[in-house]
């Protein structure tokens, strides 16, 4: 039963454009959301982070969005760049019922030139 | 830099031959974790320590077994691997509590032959 899911394998986005990364949760104990950026033979990099009190943060090109009545959020990278291109995983916890980081499978995300 | 480092990168084994996993930190965290990721699946949790605390996952295989002898370091352990093994394995560190940020190192990609 995944908790949380990524439903794009993949997404392209030319170069400048918006890019836009969702993610579903079921869990409604989730209070803490992120965004981790993969390069392939690399680890996971902690890209952005939201708590279930705010609705929106944003850092620089990165803007992350939680609904937490649709238990959706999105990823927002504006604009795109070539650099961005990687696999985007979105990841929940809870703080309250003491759960783990739970996963997506990860959106892979090109940028077009 | 402070970070996260796996040894070795890549890794060869035969079906059954024992392996371990290592992983070290300069980030004096206290957790550190341990995931188990196959192609275009999520991470896996299989265990973490908080400290000298071992907290195993429940659907975690016994033939993971993991030590963390100190702070700095901490080992994954693979008694009989298995085909289904062959995955990359992660770890990953955070401050404290389960909704810290984790930092991820860079992988071991491990072959079971």
């Known amino acids: 039963d995944q908790q949380v899911k990524q439903n794009s394998p993949s997404l392209s986005v030319q170069e400048g454009r918006i890019s836009i990364l969702n993610c579903d949760y079921t869990n409604s104990m989730f209070d803490y959301f992120l965004w981790y950026k993969k390069y392939p033979a690399e680890g996971p990099t902690f890209l952005i982070s939201?708590?279930?009190?705010?609705d929106k943060n944003e850092d620089g090109r990165f803007t992350v969005f939680l609904n937490k009545s649709a238990k959706h959020l999105s990823l927002h990278i504006v604009p795109s760049q070539p650099g961005d291109s990687a696999v985007y995983f979105c990841a929940a916890s809870s703080a309250s019922g003491n759960t783990p980081l739970v996963f997506g499978k990860g959106t892979r995300l090109s940028v077009i030139a | 830099d402070a970070m996260v480092i796996q040894n070795p990168r890549y890794q060869v084994t035969q079906f059954g031959k024992p392996v371990t996993l290592s992983c070290s930190q300069t980030l004096n965290h206290n957790v550190m974790y341990w995931y188990q990721q196959k192609s275009s699946q999520a991470p896996k949790l299989l265990f973490h320590?908080?400290?000298?605390?071992?907290?195993n996952e429940a659907d975690t295989p016994d033939n993971f077994q993991s030590r963390r002898p100190n702070t700095s370091f901490c080992f994954l352990d693979i008694r009989s691997p298995g085909l289904g093994d062959a995955a990359m394995y992660l770890c990953a560190t955070s401050l404290g509590g389960r909704t810290d940020t984790q930092y991820f190192g860079p992988g071991t990609r491990l072959t079971v032959l």
């Open positions: 939201i708590s279930s009190i705010k």
């Open positions: 320590y908080y400290d000298k605390d071992f907290n």
